[in-house]
């Protein structure tokens, strides 16, 4: 199978620095790109799709997995992707105009699961736990992608295998691509299984590879080497479209963030998918700087026991700037590129505070006595728009888009757009209230 994947590779993109691709005469390269240029020919090499009888027989079969629950009604505002025909679409990448590239970041709990689509193509990173199985199904289902070009398991724990046999009941598979070929579980096993189904098997792709999605480009970036620890054999992987990118970290920690770094790769990216969930071994400074996300989204599960997103992880995003988004609070994140820049919608809650939980436990509010105990509630999002802003006197800054406020002298005001800036004379406890969390560098 690794064949396969290279034969992708040498088909979607000749790139320098891989010597095979140049021994590959260019004749033949004329006669792959003849045969191939044909619609949907490019994503089976060694067989077409299954026809759909067959994969609706196997769904009656496997009725523990597919139940037609259906229990995603919430998401009426990822609008974009519910149309079947743009999922059908045959359109040719390089002639393609106003396309627009989707990635999903799907409401899986304590799990990781992302849908992307570019002109008609599609990938899945990761589907949730086994119990997702279902809302994975029903995800696919509900905007007619019955065909995934690519399915990545970034590695094999449950949280990320699981819910992937719910898709490949419901939709065919191009290529797949893991960690790992084998491992020892039931989760894992099941979606071996289910692959055999459709005659698949896993790839394990190195980094470097690149393969194109519609008229977005993914490159691997990791793992660089194996490690025993599962979450540092997460593939990470880049997509580019125009001039937005997303960075999918998996469950990488800090070795392999490390790693990834020292391979020099641009890693600058619009919106990154924080690894392993928030939890404190990711997310390590020097890698977040070589990302300088204007989004980070972390897929969390609502109460979990792993106590993510760490506050260690929410503060240094919030000295990075970026604009954190949460699937425990906000549901289905689901973004749309343009090819210049993202727009994003979610479930619910759009305007809450997403770094809540540090409001709550950080030092930095408990080493300022309150003036008045204030109530020590959730900070609910109805920051209505404080307009009674008669005192004079400025008190702090306030950034209304990553929803923080500063000293008025905080060195990190000088990156602060213009429109995102808002003077106050308000009191600490006040602007705390209106969902605002205190930047990492001043400590207001
Ligand atoms: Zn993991
Ligand atoms: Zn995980």
């Not at 599962?230 to 125009?242: D, H, P």
């Not at 071994?281 to 972390?298: C, D, H, K, N, Q």
């Not at 479930?347 to 105990?373: H, M, Y």
């Amino acid at each position: 199978m690794r064949n396969i994947f290279n034969f992708f590779r040498d088909k979607l993109r000749l790139y320098p620095g891989s010597k095979s691709v140049l021994l590959i005469p260019v004749s033949a390269l004329l006669v792959l790109v003849t045969l191939f240029s044909l619609p949907n020919a490019s994503t089976d090499d060694n067989s077409v799709d299954l026809p759909q009888q067959v994969i609706e027989a196997q769904q009656t079969e496997d009725t523990e997995i597919v139940q037609e629950t259906d229990k995603s009604d919430k998401t009426e505002s990822a609008g974009l992707s519910e149309s079947p025909s743009v999922i059908g679409s045959t359109a040719d990448p390089n002639t393609a105009t106003g396309s627009v590239l989707e990635v999903h970041f799907i409401d899986v709990g304590q799990a990781d699961a992302s849908l992307i689509l570019c002109d008609g193509k599609s990938m899945l990173i990761d589907g949730g736990n086994s119990a997702d199985s279902n809302l994975i199904y029903t995800y696919l289902k509900k905007r007619g992608v019955d065909h995934l070009d690519y399915i990545i398991n970034t590695h094999p724990h449950e949280d990320h295998v699981g819910g992937l046999a719910g898709a490949l009941n419901y939709a065919s598979v191009g290529t797949a691509m893991g960690s790992i070929t084998e491992y020892d579980s039931r989760a894992f096993s099941n979606f071996v299984s289910y692959l055999e189904k459709q005659n698949r098997s896993i790839t394990v792709p190195k980094a470097g590879d690149t393969f194109s999605l519609g008229s977005a480009d993914v490159v691997i970036l990791g793992p660089i080497r194996n490690d025993e620890n599962m979450n540092n054999n997460s593939i990470v992987l880049k997509i580019t479209f125009g001039k937005t990118s997303f960075l999918f970290t998996g469950d990488a920690e800090r070795e392999e963030e490390q790693d990834i770094l020292e391979m020099e790769y641009d890693l600058k990216s619009t919106v990154l998918k924080v690894g392993h969930h928030g939890s404190e071994t990711s997310s390590s400074y020097p890698f977040l700087r070589e990302i300088m996300p204007e989004y980070a989204v972390i897929s969390v599960g609502k109460k979990n026991s792993y106590g993510h997103p760490h506050e260690s992880v929410l503060s240094r995003l919030r000295d990075a700037d970026a604009k954190v988004l949460r699937t425990d609070m906000q549901g289905d994140i689901v973004f749309t590129s343009d090819g210049e820049t993202v727009s994003y919608t979610v479930t619910r809650n759009a305007d809450v505070d997403t770094l809540g939980t540090l409001s709550e436990t950080t030092p930095i509010s408990q080493a300022k006595p309150e003036s008045t105990p204030t109530p020590t509630t959730t900070p609910t999002p109805s920051p209505k728009e404080d307009q009674n802003e008669d005192k004079t006197e400025i008190s702090f800054v306030l950034n209304t888009n990553t929803k923080k406020f500063h000293l008025p002298h905080c060195a990190s005001l000088k990156r602060m757009s213009e429109k995102n800036r808002k003077e106050t004379g308000l009191t600490r406890d006040e602007i705390i209230s209106q969902g605002y969390s205190p930047c990492g560098n001043c400590k207001p």
